[in-house]
């Protein structure tokens, strides 16, 4: 069997930047991916319109300057093939490929109590051993179909955006039914809305979406982050989210100021265009009526777009805006005020059955030729769950999560030794800018296994206590916030039966003056062991 000191699951930007700093330490890798090539969410996700929404000049690694240095995005928002051509460039310059298999699903992996280390197996039945194992698998990269009725009768074209087809999809003259009206297919529909003959959108909850304002950078620009991106990328790790922006740091509340001023402030925001439009005050994510001020700001910039004032009704969210994860789009609302587009209500009446020839919702048939789902992610856990994972005394992360994840700084989980999670449920994650909450993770995780083989251990496993005051901690920041207040992917309620517990933490830069202080106190709160302390 092929030993290695550390093996990695995934080679999206994780898995990747795990690979290269395991390296840097001089120790022996395999990364295991499942796709044909690296990129990760950039390899699988190609539906039209797919591009980040955080800018690309934040929306990329920060290890390498001469990466960033050499590197040159050409919008505000990249799109899904630059962002690819990004990701096979750093495998590329870091010379990555060799070790990574391709085309390989890793189905299970088991602790080996008395050799300390991990056994791993593919789909293919070979195995491999290591001493580490690193789950890279990404929070949104298990793609959820919901199990509609007759789902598998349909005989025309179906897709899902996270599994889109690398030849692309030409939907001319073509009659299709997009399911949801979350990021993918708000950024997808006016795209698909442009070439179909007919479009149906299936919404079962509107979404806030916020103009991207997306062009392309200028020369001036890009030298101007350039010239001095390191100070750019510290400010940015001082917000709560890892995103700065050109905008001002909140410092009053959405209700301590006149109405006009507020409305002048969301306006400037809403005008620059992105996600920093919910940064505007310091208590919109925790305050319902400071929250609701925002939220009516962006339901009558829907009304103003939206013609057909029921359809304007339809699309206006009633939930409290950035409870799901806030949208960025280009011309969505505007898109429904086509003829050829008709928004169906599925909040009421969910789509019964999918028929030979389409949907059917109540007594209406849709007829069509193809059906888009932009149905979203078994989030945060999907992919990690998926693997038969066995840690001490043969027990299955499945059982050990099975009221939830359960997890240590989103990093280890007790009961799996050497065993890390990237942006694991627990961690700011999904609430950040992922690259940069993807290179602290990898960073601590890469210097904890340095400091193992420095000072003679062979294992390290979170405790149960500094696990339970964790989870207290992750359930009592969500519970301050208003995040529990809506059925999102946060909280896993869009997978029926899923627990309902709120995955990510919020606060980037407090989680991570914690994780360099447990470290700082030789990884406190894990319990760390020579061989002949553990058998
Ligand atoms: P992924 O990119 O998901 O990579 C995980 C890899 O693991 C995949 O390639 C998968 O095939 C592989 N894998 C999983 N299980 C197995 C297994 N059992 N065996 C072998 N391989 C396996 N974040 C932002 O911060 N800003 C954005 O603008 C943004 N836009 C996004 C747009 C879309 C459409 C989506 C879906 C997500 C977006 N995200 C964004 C989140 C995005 O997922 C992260 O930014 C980042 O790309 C995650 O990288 P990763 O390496 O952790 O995971
Ligand atoms: P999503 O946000 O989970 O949206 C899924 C949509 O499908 C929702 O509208 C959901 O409705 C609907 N849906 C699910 N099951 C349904 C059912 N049985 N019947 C009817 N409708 C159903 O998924 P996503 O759009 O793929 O986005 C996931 C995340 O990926 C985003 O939140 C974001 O973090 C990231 N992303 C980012 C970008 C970007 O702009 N860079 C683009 C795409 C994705 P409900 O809301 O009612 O559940």
């Not at 179909?196 to 982050?225: C, H, K, M, W």
Request: proline share 5%; net charge negative; charged share 20%.
């Amino acid at each position: 069997m092929a030993e290695f000191d550390v093996a990695i699951v995934g080679a999206g930007f994780a898995g990747m930047y795990m690979l290269h700093r395991v390296r840097g330490l001089g120790l022996t890798a395999r990364v295991f991916e499942a796709g044909s090539g690296v990129g990760g969410t950039w390899y699988w996700n190609r539906y039209p319109g797919a591009r980040c929404d955080v800018e690309s000049m934040q929306y990329s690694y920060q290890f390498s300057d001469e990466l960033q240095q050499e590197w040159n995005w050409t919008e505000r928002y990249a799109t899904q093939p630059e962002i690819l051509e990004y990701a096979n460039h750093v495998a590329d310059r870091f010379d990555l490929r060799g070790d990574i298999q391709f085309d390989t699903r890793v189905a299970a992996a088991t602790w080996d109590e008395k050799g300390d280390r991990w056994t791993v197996r593919t789909d293919a039945g070979d195995e491999c051993s290591a001493r580490f194992l690193v789950m890279a698998t990404g929070c949104l990269s298990s793609a959820n179909t919901p199990d509609f009725p007759g789902r598998d009768s349909f005989e025309g074209a179906t897709y899902h955006t996270g599994r889109w087809p690398h030849e692309g999809v030409d939907f001319t003259g073509q009659r299709v039914g997009v399911i949801g009206t979350g990021s993918s297919a708000i950024q997808s529909i006016p795209i698909i809305a442009a070439q179909a003959a007919q479009l149906y959108v299936f919404q079962r909850t509107a979404s806030y979406s916020v103009p991207a304002g997306n062009r392309p950078l200028s020369d001036d620009e890009i030298r101007a982050v350039k010239d001095d991106y390191d100070a750019f990328r510290a400010f940015n790790s001082l917000m709560p989210t890892a995103i700065g922006s050109k905008q001002p740091i909140p410092e009053v509340s959405a209700l301590g100021i006149a109405p006009e001023e507020r409305d002048r402030i969301y306006e400037a925001r809403w005008e620059e265009g992105g996600l920093p439009f919910l940064g505007a005050f310091i208590d919109l994510l925790f305050s319902p009526e400071a929250n609701d001020t925002a939220a009516e700001f962006v339901r009558a910039k829907i009304r103003a777009t939206v013609h057909d004032p029921k359809v304007a009704d339809l699309l206006a969210p009633k939930t409290v805006i950035g409870c799901k994860r806030l949208c960025v789009d280009t011309g969505y609302f505007a898109t429904f005020n086509r003829p050829n587009v008709e928004l169906v209500d599925v909040s009421e009446t969910p789509i019964s059955e999918i028929t030979a020839h389409g949907l059917r919702v109540a007594d209406r048939d849709f007829e069509v030729d193809a059906i888009v789902f932009a149905t979203g992610f078994d989030a945060m856990t999907g992919a990690l769950l998926s693997i038969d994972i066995r840690g001490r005394d043969g027990r299955q992360l499945r059982d050990a999560w099975e009221a939830g994840p359960r997890t240590y700084l989103g990093l280890g989980t007790v009961g799996f030794p050497n065993f890390f999670t990237i942006s694991g449920p627990g961690s700011p994650s999904v609430l950040t800018n992922m690259i940069v909450s993807i290179e602290q993770h990898v960073e601590w995780i890469s210097d904890c296994i340095e400091y193992l083989r420095d000072n003679g251990f062979e294992r390290i496993e979170a405790t149960p206590d500094a696990q339970d005051a964790w989870v207290d901690h992750v359930n009592m920041i969500a519970d301050f916030t208003l995040f529990p207040s809506c059925n999102s992917w946060y909280l896993g309620a869009n997978v029926p039966g899923k627990p309902r517990v709120f995955m990510p933490l919020l606060g980037f830069p407090p989680y991570v003056e914690k994780c360099n202080e447990v470290a700082a106190k030789g990884y406190e709160g894990f319990a760390l062991s020579t061989a002949s302390d553990g058998h």
